[in-house]
């Protein structure tokens, strides 16, 4: 019998890659026989990821990119397709937030930088729009191929202090719908493109806001979180695999235009 979740020899781009989701899900992907590009800006620290996952120049590679700039991205996906053949499986990874862009008790909403909005909303809007544009048209030209999106929980529900990334990722959980419905309905069935949100997982991004640097616990914030998280607990970046191996092999072929939370039931909770 076929096995549906395969994905051996899959080829599978990611940006992102070197981040601390990113990294675990290619970590995955290698694990599941797939060959995997590390597109990222740092490419000495996708170097670095590479000796530790104990990818070899067969399976996994990196390829300095950055997500907005077009023409960058052209070079290596082209430089992807020349060593693997071709892509069957996008991955924008690339987002986070940003400390000028987050409110706290010294920097009020009126006192947030343009410059940290703006790299917040191009980071995750255009990182993931520019990237789709490029590889989804090779995918068009092959008749399929998939995109996968990285949304959040802020997606969802309306969380203080980061109001420039939670616009922004609502913004990709919209796009990530328009996309299906346009791929499938000009182009082919056979594009599919999904997201998942995940819920609260440590990050560089965000550890400032649930740790408490002297004390080493947990922040108020924090606290909330895991208050509101019926599982109790933080996420773990592994705890992303098998949900991104579901929707990007067979067994999701007739699954388009969702966003999965991976939230430990934070979503699903009202909080009494």
């Known amino acids: 019998m076929k096995n549906l979740f395969d994905l051996k020899d899959k080829i599978v781009a990611v940006t992102g890659g070197t981040g601390v989701l990113g990294s675990e899900i290619a970590k995955g992907l290698i694990e599941a026989g797939a060959k995997v590009a590390l597109l990222d800006r740092n490419v000495e620290k996708a170097n670095d990821l590479i ?16 997500v907005l700039v077009k023409e960058t991205i052209e070079k290596s996906v082209a430089v992807v397709i020349e060593k693997f053949g ?3 499986v996008l991955i924008n990874g690339a987002g986070g937030n940003h400390p000028e ?18 790299h917040v909303f191009d980071l995750n809007i255009m990182g993931t729009i520019i990237p789709s544009q490029i590889v989804g048209k090779h995918f068009v030209e092959r008749g399929e191929g998939i995109i996968l999106n990285i949304s959040s929980m802020a997606a969802y529900s309306t969380i203080t202090r980061v109001a420039a990334y939670s616009a922004a990722k609502a913004g990709v959980s919209n796009f990530t719908s328009w996309l299906a419905v346009h791929m499938a309905q000009e182009y082919s069935s056979k594009i599919r493109v999904n997201a998942i949100a995940p819920g609260f997982f440590l990050t560089q991004q965000n550890e400032f806001l649930l ?12 606290e909330t979180i895991i208050k509101n ?13 098998g949900t991104v191996q579901w929707l990007i092999s067979d067994a999701s072929e007739f699954v388009t235009g969702i966003v999965v939370p991976i939230d430990g ?3 699903a909770f009202s909080g009494v």
């Open 51 to 66: 000796k530790k996952l104990g990818g070899t120049d067969d399976n996994l590679i990196a390829v300095k990119t950055d």
């Open 229 to 241: 998280t019926p599982f109790g607990d933080f996420g773990k970046p592994e705890q992303l695999n």
């Open 86 to 88: 071709h892509i069957d």
């Open 265 to 267: 039931g934070f979503n």
């Open 101 to 118: 862009a987050t409110t706290n008790a010294e920097q009020t909403f009126f006192q947030l930088s343009e410059k940290g909005l703006r």
């Open 211 to 222: 740790k408490d640097k002297e004390s080493g616990g947990l922040t108020d914030r924090g």
